[in-house]
């Protein structure tokens, strides 16, 4: 049986894939799973099986009895195996007790420290703040507060803008001892970057990171089985040569040629073996994550969302008022 053909015995059963949503199943090599079943049943079984099981609102595509079961076009990524809602880290009840402690030893401290005290008393003279002078204060760039936040990041381990609006107004900052961040950098000739970072104080229980990371990579839709280590040494083969200013651009027969007196320990018997595992493989060059992960709403981040809008609404009233 082809990929073409089970891709249509998938179809009688009421599992409908869009061209992009079966190329995706390639490249996650469901399909090769499937063809991997000794008996044509059983191979169809196992594809219809993972379209019920891993649709997504990219591609698929999936109906029973005439009822859709996929996304819509514009709904959100809630089948896939994703926790619904912001992303937050889960905490054991003792690491949420022992990150209370830290924090208030922390500010008990650093209201005592001299830069915190000074800044309170020469710009706080009346005290600590309301939230409303506090963003009067803050949108107004006060001179020093920008390095009393950093000063209290490095030193006493608080989020910038929690510590700031701590000094200002006295409000406890959030106890988050484990950050989640990522960051992307987009090339058009490389590929593009993805990095999770995690940080957290070395008292943290392993068993925390494990699914933290897992939770990460559902949100950014990473792929769930990953490029078998002979084809991904095929792809650098072939983007070895592909690279090589001195070497002509051979077809993959030759390519596959040489492969093979090279390694004859992981051989192709067919050419077109060869450039399918190619293929596959250098598509994840060119994978692309989700990063519109919805993060948790702290305080803070409330904040900077009032400011951002604020700051947009200046900006179109005086775009509004320039004479044309």
Sequence with gaps: MTDEELRIEAEKRNRVVTDEGWEELTDQWYVQDAQGKDFDEDKIAEIVRTI??????????ARVGGRSLANSEDG???DSGARPGPFAVDLAERE????????EAQTRAAAKDARVRGFREHDLSGGLLAPEDAEQLLESGRQGLEALGSYLHKYYGMHEGEAKWWVLTGETPSARPVRVSYRTAESLDAPDVYLITIEAPPWISPATFPGT????????????????ARSVRVARFVERLRGDPTADNSPFQDMCRRWNEEHSDEAFSKSRSFEKAYERTAKTLRRQYNGEIEREQTPELRRQHARLKKMDAKLKAAHENTPK
């Design 96 to 103: 949420r007790e022992r990150a209370l402690l830290h924090l």
């Design 213 to 228: 990371f897992v939770e990460m990579r559902r949100r950014m839709h990473a792929e769930r089985k990953q490029p078998e």
């Design 52 to 61: 019920d099981s891993a649709r997504t609102k990219y591609w698929l595509t």
């Design 76 to 78: 959100p990524y809630s």
